[in-house]
């Protein structure tokens, strides 16, 4: 619930902007009372009228409004929100926050603030993916501003990909996400989830039996004790948990570039299944099928994500935990594969099939430390979950 919250809402010029009329009522239903900004770009998109009709609020649009001026200054209207959200986040505002620009009122809000900012970003998947927006979103997070999406799927401009605004419930839980207090506010995580495809060609891939459940629930368990959570997931079978900003790749090579891309972190965790090989002659069209000719499958090694953060020196996440699926000498493997990929913790598993752990909901790990190896007794994958959690909080002195 977001009783007693105010929410300062900036709505950029994008044709996104109608679902933030929506996101507006989400959050009046949850009890947030809500400061609407229209920038002049964003008034061409929904009307003031519209806009403070749901909010029940005075729209802000103007940085010279005298009245304004007289009742609440700019700094003041920037201050007295728990949370600034930008929603639609176009390509030109996270220009303007990264550069720090302050020539309309909600860049001028956003430079002035001292309080939490959440963006969702919308615009053309070309605009997302260039350089000049993924420098400037590397920027506003090391800004420590939090972000919600953007999707992936057919865009008003008729071309499809990510760039999307993530839907208003999907705002809503990255909302209570950012106001959830607990000993890893603050801070943020990196988690990877679920197996990775390996293309032969566009049509077959190469995969494993991973579901993503630990990982999604160590995401999940993160989430609620506060942090900012970058969960970088493969085509997993269980859905992401809401209030974590999803990053949707199918390759190793994907991974580690999304993995790249969301650092810095304080913690990162590695619990994605990982392809260790990739096909190296993958067709770019169907193979056919040749009468009495069989293919020949050449591979390349994916590169080691977790050994690749581990050893990245500067810019290395203070805690680096890695997973270790074993069938036999548990503990020895796991601690030589801890050095081995030079990261902090491994969370060791025995997945032998009498066990039933892999695929099942239950899992048995033993914490691999400097200090040693400590195992855990048998529990569901949502309580390995929160303990791992709540170690990492220990661990980085949260709390
Ligand atoms: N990992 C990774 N990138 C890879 C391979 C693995 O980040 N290309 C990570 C996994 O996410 C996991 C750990 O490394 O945290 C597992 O290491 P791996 O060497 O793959 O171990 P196992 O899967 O246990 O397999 P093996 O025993 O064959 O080494």
Redesign the pocket.
Known sequence: MLTGKRILLIIGGGIAAYKSLDLIRRLRERGAAVTPVLTRAGGEFVTPLSVSALAEEKVHSDLFDLTDEAEMGHIQLSRVADLVVVAPATADLMAKMAQGHADDLASTLLLATDTPVLIAPAMNVRMWDHPATRRNLATLRGDGVRVSGPNEGGMACGEFGPGRMSEPLEIVAAIEAALATGPLSGRRVLV?SGPTHEPIDPVRYIANRSSGAQGTAIAAALRDLGAEVIFVTGPASVPPPPGVTVRRVET?AQMLAEVQAGLPADAAV???????WRVENAGTSKMKKVEGRLPTLSFAE??????TVSKMGAGRPGLVV?????TDDVIA?ATA?RAR?GCDWIVANDVSPATGIMGGSENAVTLITADGAESWPRMAKDAVARQLAERIAAALGAG
């Open positions: 990877t190793a590695f619990a994605a299944a990982v392809a260790d994916n590169p080691d994500i977790l050994a890695g997973f270790a699926a074993e493997h594969k990929k």
